[in-house]
């Protein structure tokens, strides 16, 4: 690499898989075969290493492409934070940058020691205890066992396991295979650090532990993140991509540029309605909108939720609920009950409940919106619609971070 600080390049790297097994297993030796022959010309083999006016090749019976042209370069001190929906091909791309698998066009080039945490306990021989596994990683990524006597103990501080650290790994759970993997590659002090969604297994303490690390290694390594909690990749990263049908969906750009497209881009959730004899409910909307539509606000904006419920007989003393959903179906808003603001009276036929909140505090993304009704004890729930309407709020800045609020409730 001609950028001295440069640890990571990727150049139109693409990987395809086949449906079919028995396909599968022909294509490789066809593959193989192919690469081996020594009458293949040089420019169709330059072509597959990553030449940029080379066209992919055309797809065979039951191939597609998991990852799919994807360039990218990073510096030391960068951290990349990889989003997109389940299926994207975020996990594939990661399996080759480690070098698990290889691409099949493109070139990618990576300097220094790397250390990988792909998989749950990717690495350890879960015969072997704790202990072996530590000096059996360190062996295969070059240190001495004089070296890894002094990093073990750092290692096993780290982990929080010293009570099973001569067990078999095969006997230990998901969270401590996750603390002693990512105890291991961050102790080594690596030049690139790649971590894939495993820290969405540990508690909330070890989560927090690890992001600080993150934040530490970040100043002389460069890191991918791979997460789908959008708050992780806000807080450690420095740019970010979105991956969509393996393809590059946003940048490299700017982690909250990236977050806001991928949430801009989730779905909600499926309206889910639930209600008892008597109740009727006939739609909901945001603000002026029509019903149904998704709402666009901006930080400090009031939101006003309007939801039509028909009821059969008039119910006095009644309470409605509202509560507001992240997209990782966290509440981060809600009109709860104080006693007061959200006692309601409903009249016979056609109502329109509705909820106020005055200033929106949320991040960018999106949110959606429950409604509940419940007797006069506030126990027993009459009607019920979740993902009823959802909104979306951009502006933000970066650093604005959800906050639990209140509103209030009327019946017109």
Known sequence: MSDSETLVRVEHVSKKFCKSLKRSLWYGVRDTLHELNPFVPKEEQEATDGNASFQLPELRRDEFWAVRDISFELKRGECLGIIGHNGAGKSTLLKMLNGLIKPDTGRIEMRGCIGALIELGAGFNPILTGRENIYSKGAVLGFTKREMDGKFDAIVDFAEIGDFLDMPVQHYSSGMKVRLGF??????????????????????????????????????????????AMPQIARACTSGMVLQDGCVDVGPTSASEAIERHQGSSPTGERITMVTSGFHYCGCSVGGNREGESAVLRLGDPLRVSARIEVEEARQGVFAWAVVWNQEARPVGAVMDDGRANRVSLSEGMNSVEIVVPSLALRNGKYSVSISIKNENNRVTLLRIDNAVDFQVVGAPSTTSDVLFQGEVCVR
């Open 183 to 228: 105890a291991v590659s961050a102790q080594m002090d690596p030049d690139v650090l790649i971590i894939d969604e495993v820290l969405a297994v540990g508690d909330m303490a070890f989560r927090m532990k690890c992001l600080n690390l993150i934040g530490r290694l970040r100043q002389s390594a460069a890191l991918i993140l791979v997460s789908h």
